[in-house]
T-cell receptor, first 111, second 113 residues
Framework: AQSVTQLGSHVSVSEGALVLLRCNYSSSVPPYLFWYVQYPNQGLQLLLKYTSAATLVKGINGFEAEFKKSETSFHLTKPSAHMSDAAEYFCAVSDWGKLIFGQGTELSVKP | NAGVTQTPKFQVLKTGQSMTLQCAQDMNHEYMSWYRQDPGMGLRLIHYSVGAGITDQGEVPNGYNVSRSTTEDFPLRLLSAAPSQTSVYFC????????????FGPGTRLLVL
């Protein structure tokens, strides 16, 4: 069975600092991986996705993620945090269209 | 396009009451699904549909029913609400079961007393 683990339920960074949100997956087949963002009281919005093309995936709002098969990881990064990045972030793996989500990481950005 | 819409936005129920959460999409997507979101547990799949007339269970289907009579609509029914069903419910749609993007609705917040 496929699964996703997000390390750290809360991450706090200062404005302008590097953002690193960790995601590890378990899959018996080449995975399709996603990062979604959820702003308060809103639905989920796709940040980026990996579909077996380039291992470094660029998304919206300056985020990117690198697929590392040897480490079974798909960590999300952004070089410089902005106040508007404060939200909850979810990593997910697709199992024939059914998304299996991690527990979520809440990102706080301090001024 | 409105995308994925959900109604109501918020609902309070008493234990044992029934209700239907509505979901509609105007993107002609074949694949639709329902998730529930609970603190610290991410989102979990309740039911999904690969096309009109076809539905299947997800990870947490107990207490919920679905049907898919049209491509556009995918309602979720709670037959006898329980406090354990207090949650935020999201509907999503995508073109198919491949790696395509799933588009999420704004959610329905349900409180069962």
């Amino acid at each position: 069975a496929q699964s996703v683990t997000q390390l750290g339920s809360h991450v706090s960074v200062s404005e302008g600092a590097l953002v690193l949100l960790r995601c590890n997956y378990s899959s018996s087949v080449p995975p399709y991986l996603f990062w979604y963002v959820q702003y308060p009281n809103q639905g989920l919005q796709l940040l980026l996705k990996y579909t077996s093309a380039a291992t470094l995936v660029k998304g919206i709002n300056g985020f990117e993620a690198e697929f590392k098969k040897s480490e079974t990881s798909f960590h999300l990064t952004k070089p410089s945090a902005h106040m508007s990045d404060a939200a909850e972030y979810f990593c997910a793996v697709s199992d024939w269209g059914k998304l299996i989500f991690g527990q979520g990481t809440e990102l706080s950005v301090k001024p | 396009n409105a995308g994925v819409t959900q109604t109501p936005k918020f609902q309070v129920l008493k234990t044992g009451q029934s209700m239907t959460l509505q979901c509609a999409q105007d993107m002609n997507h074949e694949y639709m699904s329902w998730y529930r979101q609970d603190p610290g547990m991410g989102l979990r799949l309740i039911h999904y549909s690969v096309g009109a007339g076809i539905t299947d269970q997800g990870e947490v289907p107990n207490g919920y029913n679905v049907s898919r009579s049209t491509t556009e609509d995918f309602p979720l029914r709670l037959l006898s609400a329980a406090p354990s069903q207090t949650s935020v419910y999201f509907c999503a749609s995508s073109e198919g079961q491949g790696p395509g993007t799933q588009y999420f609705g704004p959610g329905t917040r349900l409180l069962v007393l």
